[in-house]
């Protein structure tokens, strides 16, 4: 029987993933959707990563599993993962989220909205531990009523809102033969350089539903404070100068910069994870690319606290404010609701 190009091309970069990537692969292997290749590469992990799948592998014809003879790095395993896709659509997926069974299938209807949906992204919330039913931060949707048929022109604010989906890869769908932008060495936005590439050019379309838990404590922006250097809001703006240089699109560079320059929350990861001085770095950026923030309250409120309150009160108070009082005012959120 001749073999037949999958829908999907589900792609994991995974690493030092020898506890957690079980539950992402069974969440995977769970969609209503099959037709779908699994394509994980190990990033030469040091731990039993390489055993976790290859039991995976023995069951199911769909994962295709792939080790790094050196490490390559974030960017360069995703790249290399880009690579081996054959897939109609590229999905992305951390080697520690979960999807909801149905993600594949939303996915699928929604690039079959209009024939020039490009990519597509969703909605999305945190959870800590195994704790999956327990939100503690929350991306919301474009629209909780409709998913949304969108263009980059369709102003600022839903420009701004799908900037805030992309952050985290998973859940996040390309038309791979659209996917003509590369994957950038810069860790922060090196997913998102194809996925704005493609919606500078195309539509998008924001689901309704929240199709994906991301999990929180296994993150390497929690224990790895390389990642920070160059600077993520450096790294963004770069992305935005570049992918939407041209006339036509100033107006949405314009946003996209000053969007990232309001993101003081990243002042407390960066205090929290990365070397000291770069937090100051980043607060130069801040300035740098949005001069207002010098006139703003909340801007200097994080500044001057953040500098005096030390990493090892504040990190477990972030945490612990994120679960005792973010998760109480997010309404009940579950994954697998078919709506």
């Not at 792609?11 to 209503?32: D, F, H, M, R, V």
């Not at 149905?102 to 909205?113: D, N, Q, R, V």
Request: aromatic share 14%; proline share 5%; net charge positive.
């Amino acid at each position: 029987m001749r073999k037949t190009t999958p829908i999907f091309s589900v792609l994991i970069p995974a690493y030092k993933a020898e506890g957690i990537i079980g539950a992402t692969i069974k969440s995977i292997q769970n969609q209503t959707f099959a037709d779908f290749e699994l394509i994980i590469v190990d990033d030469n992990s040091p731990d039993n990563t390489e055993g976790v799948i290859k039991k995976f592998q023995k069951q199911d014809e769909r994962i295709k599993y792939f080790r790094n003879e050196k490490n390559l790095g974030y960017s360069g395993n995703l790249k290399r993962c880009r690579e081996l896709a054959t897939g109609e659509y590229i999905y992305l997926m951390g080697n520690d989220d979960i999807l909801s069974k149905y993600a594949l299938e939303k996915t699928l209807s929604a690039f079959k909205m209009d024939s020039d949906v490009g990519v597509v992204t969703r909605p999305y919330y945190w959870f800590e531990n195994n704790e999956i039913n327990q939100a503690v931060r929350v991306v919301t949707p474009l629209d909780k009523n409709a998913d949304r048929l969108i263009s980059i022109f369709d102003g600022k604010k839903v420009f701004c809102k799908v900037l805030e989906s992309v952050g985290q890869l998973s859940g996040l769908a390309y038309k791979r033969i659209w996917m003509t932008e590369p994957i950038h060495p810069d860790i922060f936005p090196a997913h998102i350089y194809p996925f704005l590439a493609i919606f500078r050019e195309h539509k998008a379309v924001f689901l309704k539903d929240y199709i994906l838990a991301v999990r929180i404590f296994s993150s390497q922006t929690r224990s790895l404070s390389s990642i920070y250097e160059p600077s993520p809001t450096f790294t963004w703006a770069r992305m935005f100068k570049k992918i939407l240089k041209s006339k036509k699109f100033q107006k949405p560079r314009k946003w996209g910069i000053e969007h990232i320059a309001l993101n003081y929350d990243g002042l407390i990861q960066m205090k929290n994870y990365a070397r000291f001085p770069l937090f100051f770095k980043e607060v130069g950026f801040l300035i740098k690319y949005r001069p207002k923030n010098l006139l703003s309250l909340k801007f200097w409120f994080y500044v001057i606290g953040l500098t005096f309150v030390p990493r090892f009160l504040l990190i477990p108070m972030v945490d612990k404010y994120k679960k005792k009082i973010i998760s109480r005012k997010i309404s009940k959120i579950k994954l697998d609701n078919k709506r």
